[in-house]
């Protein structure tokens, strides 16, 4: 079983950055796809971004593209998300979780099965 933990949330203004981590324990993280999904008060759940186990491919949610990076370090077994730029639509819970495969578009939260219980990023001036 993998425990997940999000990390580097917090508040921020419009147009700053923001570097979300989450780190594995109980397995390697580097067996799976990781992807991160957001949900804000009142709003369905969105899958983000996704980065696969082996070659590292990524994908990447429209309202994110451009702006945020997935990316992995299998020796810390860390997958992180850098965000710039962030928008006041952008406030939400963070969670990241794992998976067999990324699929062709943004992560889906079917296809994922082991969660982190997230971090809170807000945007405001």
């Known amino acids: 079983q993998v425990q997940l933990v999000e990390s580097g949330g917090g508040l921020v203004q419009p147009g700053g950055s923001l570097r979300l981590s989450c780190t594995a324990s109980?397995?390697?993280?580097?067996?799976?796809?990781v992807g991160w999904f957001r949900q804000a008060p009142g709003k369905e759940r969105e899958g983000v971004s996704c980065?696969?186990?082996?070659?590292?491919?990524?994908t990447y949610a429209d309202s994110v593209k451009d702006r945020f990076t997935i990316s992995r370090d299998n020796a810390k077994n860390t997958v992180s998300l850098q965000m710039n730029s962030l928008k006041p639509e952008d406030p939400a819970i963070y969670s990241c979780?794992?998976?067999w495969g990324c699929g062709y578009g943004p992560p889906a939260y079917s296809d994922f099965h082991y969660w982190g219980q997230g971090t809170q990023v807000t945007v405001s001036s």
């Open positions: 109980g397995s390697s993280l580097d067996l799976y796809a």
């Open positions: 980065i696969t186990s082996s070659v590292g491919s990524t």
């Open positions: 979780a794992t998976a």
